[in-house]
């Protein structure tokens, strides 16, 4: 019993004081490392640094990032989230170029970055983020007016001639490095934008530059137009297809800000949208969407979330979508038919119910398939099942309102 009373946690092997420092957050283990010599060597292990979530730490400055980015991160990291000074009374630059020039040398994995409430303002290019990023989320950003644009790869090559004898190799190396760089263009493929208000038309387009862009999601960015949608739909043209040509992941949803003057940017699906494979419609953009997805051949998968929609409105939208293979319903609320005999509104359900979520496959179409009398929207599921047999069905925390009679 003696031996267990001076037990310490310097009996542990490191594996499992690794394990233990691993459910600390950045600012305790930034704490932790000033215990020992042998937590400050802990605390440096990549395997602790491989996520880094730095939003609920309020105090972070430019001076805390170049801190970190010394002592702690390094080829571990994979995805990095960052809260910038937008909403901060300090103000001040939060992202240097110099700071993302250390940060693609010493961390040359790093897959995922996300900034909140960041003033991009003073970055002329996305191109100076890493290299190395592959999904791009922005939430409550300023963006400059050409931050998406591609520069071409051009430039460099009359300047490796130039240099001197001192320090040639290295020199060369280093443009070498930068045009084979430039040459592969943005390296982005899931683009996420979630109320940016700056985000436009313009913005828009050049991401049709943009080579490996397969998913853009666009939540509340409200001065995208349907205009803006038109010009950048992948479409058949001279030389092949033009616009955002590998897309095949899209989603535009409005829901905040009661009482804006919408665009309703959905009308720009109108324009046929070759190769999009998946699309996400919430809000107010739905009932537009609707209108124009019937042209979307290539469509596969369609997800509806946070509106309000009528069984025909649906049925009128999905006649022509053959090739669907699954349709979600999250957070709808499913407006009862006008004319509707006592016994369906009985079953259709007088009062509200949510949670529902099902899942029905191939077996839909089978006709003597019954159906449940507490489903909230049978009719709709069963006519589905109808017209599109090989779709998929899933309903999440949907309900059905209330009429006033």
Same mark, same amino acid.
């Given at each position: 019993m003696d031996e267990f009373k001076v037990c310490n946690l310097d009996y542990f092997p490191e594996n499992i004081l690794i394990d233990v420092l691993s459910h600390l957050s950045v600012r305790e283990l930034v704490r932790a490392g000033r215990v020992c010599k042998r937590w400050k060597r802990l605390v440096k292990d990549q395997r602790l640094w491989r996520t880094v979530d730095l939003t609920a730490w309020k105090?972070?400055?430019?001076?805390?990032?170049?801190?970190? *980015?010394?002592?702690?991160?390094?080829?571990?990291?994979?995805?990095?989230?960052?809260?910038? $000074?937008?909403?901060?009374?300090?103000?001040?630059?939060?992202?240097?170029?110099?700071?993302?020039?250390?940060?693609?040398?010493?961390?040359?994995?790093?897959?995922? *970055?996300?900034?909140?409430?960041?003033? *991009?303002?003073?970055?002329a290019s996305c191109q100076l983020l890493p290299p190395t990023l592959q999904v791009l989320e922005l939430c409550g950003c300023e963006l400059p007016r050409e931050f998406f644009h591609q520069t071409p790869a051009s430039a460099?090559?009359?300047?490796?001639?130039?240099?001197?004898?001192?320090?040639?190799?290295?020199?060369?190396?280093? $443009?070498?490095r930068k045009r084979s760089a430039s040459q592969s263009g943005v390296g982005i493929e899931r683009l996420v934008l979630n109320n940016v208000p700056s985000f436009t038309d313009q913005h828009l387009q050049s991401l049709t530059s943009w080579e490996r862009l397969a998913r853009l999601e666009l939540r509340d960015t409200f001065r995208v137009t349907a205009n803006g949608l038109r010009s950048c739909a992948a479409k058949d043209g001279i030389c092949g297809v033009e616009g955002l040509s590998r897309l095949k992941f899209f989603e535009i949803g409005i829901t905040g800000r009661q009482g804006y003057?919408?665009?309703?940017?959905?009308?720009? $699906?109108?324009?046929?949208?070759?190769?999009?494979?998946?699309?996400? *419609?919430?809000?107010?953009?739905?009932g537009p969407g609707l209108l124009c997805a019937s042209r979307l051949k290539d469509l596969k998968c369609l997800c509806l979330w946070a509106c309000t929609l009528r069984e025909m409105q649906i049925m009128r939208s999905c006649r022509m979508l053959r090739g669907l293979r699954r349709m979600t319903f999250s957070d709808v609320v499913f407006q009862p038919r006008q004319s509707q005999p006592a016994a369906d509104e009985e079953d259709a359900g007088g009062e509200e119910r949510d949670d529902v979520e099902d899942e029905g496959g191939e077996n839909s179409s089978d006709d003597n398939k019954t159906f449940d009398a507490n489903d909230p929207i049978p009719s709709l599921r069963r006519s589905l099942a109808e017209l599109l047999p090989s779709c998929t069905l899933v309903f999440t925390n949907c309900s059905v309102q209330v009429s006033a009679d």
């Open positions: 105090g972070v400055s430019s001076r805390i990032l170049w801190l970190l *980015l010394r002592q702690y991160l390094g080829c571990g990291l994979r995805c990095l989230r960052l809260r910038g $000074l937008l909403l901060s009374a300090r103000g001040g630059t939060f992202l240097s170029e110099s700071w993302l020039k250390s940060l693609s040398t010493k961390c040359p994995r790093l897959s995922k *970055l996300y900034l909140l409430h960041a003033d *991009l303002r003073g970055l460099a090559p009359a300047q490796a001639e130039a240099t001197s004898s001192v320090g040639a190799q290295k020199q060369r190396r280093e $443009l070498k003057q919408l665009q309703m940017a959905s009308l720009g $699906l109108g324009a046929g949208w070759l190769g999009l494979e998946e699309l996400s *419609l919430g809000g107010k953009e739905v």
